[in-house]
T-cell receptor
C-alpha cells in the first residue's frame, strides 16, 4: 500500500538555525499539507499546497516558514531561525482530489523536531 | 469558543465494554466529519468518516447530529488494542483544511 514518508524521523537543532523537513507524498496525490503537533496538544494545520503554490495557510505559518516542491516527488517545509516553541511533531499529509468534499488525507509518520 | 471540542478523558474502560465519545463543533457550515485514531507519538490515522445518516464499521459506529452540532463515536466490545487517542476532525469551510479536536484518550484495561 502506498504511503507518505518523511525524513528525518527526528531532528535536533539549536535555536536560530534553519531546518528543512522533507516529505515524499503518495505519487499520484496532488494536494499536500503540513501539520504540527506540540507534545500533549492538538494537531494544528499549517499550510496546504496545490499546483505548485500555497492554497491556504494558518496564522502559525508566518514568514519564518516556507514550503516547496522542488521536484516531482518531494515536498519540503523550511523553518528559518528556529525558536524553542517550534519544537513539535511535524506531519506531512497528501490526498488525491476526490470528487466532492469527502476525502482522505494520508499522513506521514512525522518528524519530531527539538529546538534547544 | 473552540472550533472542535472533545472531552480529553482519559476514559478507563474494561475490556469488552462499550464506550462512547462525543465531539462538538462550532461552524454550522461544516460539511465533513471524521474520526481519527492516534497512538502515542504516532501519526493520526483515519478511523472512519461520519456521514449524515450515521455509519457503522464493525465494532465502530459514528453518528452526526447537525442540529446540535455534535458527532459521536461508539465502540462496542472494546479490545486492548483500542487504547489510543481518538481525534474528532471537521473540514473547515475552505480548501479541505482539517480542524482538529484535542482528542479523547481511551485506555482499555484487561
Amino acid at each position: 500500500e502506498p504511503e507518505v514518508t518523511q525524513t528525518p524521523s527526528h531532528q535536533v537543532t539549536q535555536m536560530g538555525q534553519e531546518v528543512i523537513l522533507r516529505c515524499v507524498p503518495i505519487s499520484n496525490h496532488l494536494y499536500f499539507y503540513w501539520y504540527r503537533q506540540i507534545l500533549g496538544q492538538k494537531v494544528e494545520f499549517l499550510v496546504s499546497f496545490y499546483n505548485n503554490e500555497i492554497s491556504e495557510k494558518s496564522e502559525i505559518f508566518d514568514d519564518q516558514f516556507s514550503v516547496e516542491r522542488p521536484d516531482g516527488s518531494n515536498f519540503t517545509l523550511k523553518i528559518r531561525s528556529t525558536k524553542l516553541e517550534d519544537s513539535a511533531m511535524y506531519f506531512c499529509a497528501s490526498r488525491w482530489p476526490a470528487g466532492g468534499i469527502q476525502e482522505t488525507q494520508y499522513f506521514g509518520p512525522g518528524t519530531r523536531l527539538l529546538v534547544l | 469558543r473552540k472550533e472542535v471540542e472533545q472531552d480529553p478523558g482519559p476514559f478507563n474502560v474494561p475490556e469488552g465494554a462499550t464506550v462512547a465519545f462525543n465531539c462538538t463543533y462550532s461552524n454550522s457550515a461544516s460539511q465533513s466529519f471524521f474520526w481519527y485514531r492516534q497512538d502515542c507519538r504516532k501519526e493520526p490515522k483515519l478511523l472512519m468518516s461520519v456521514y449524515s445518516s450515521g455509519n457503522e464499521d464493525g465494532r465502530f459506529t459514528a453518528q452526526l447530529n447537525r442540529a446540535s452540532q455534535y458527532i459521536s463515536l461508539l465502540i462496542r466490545d472494546s479490545k486492548l488494542s483500542d487504547s489510543a487517542t481518538y481525534l474528532c476532525v471537521v473540514i473547515g469551510d475552505s480548501n479541505y483544511q482539517l480542524i482538529w479536536g484535542a482528542g479523547t484518550k481511551l485506555i482499555i484495561k484487561p
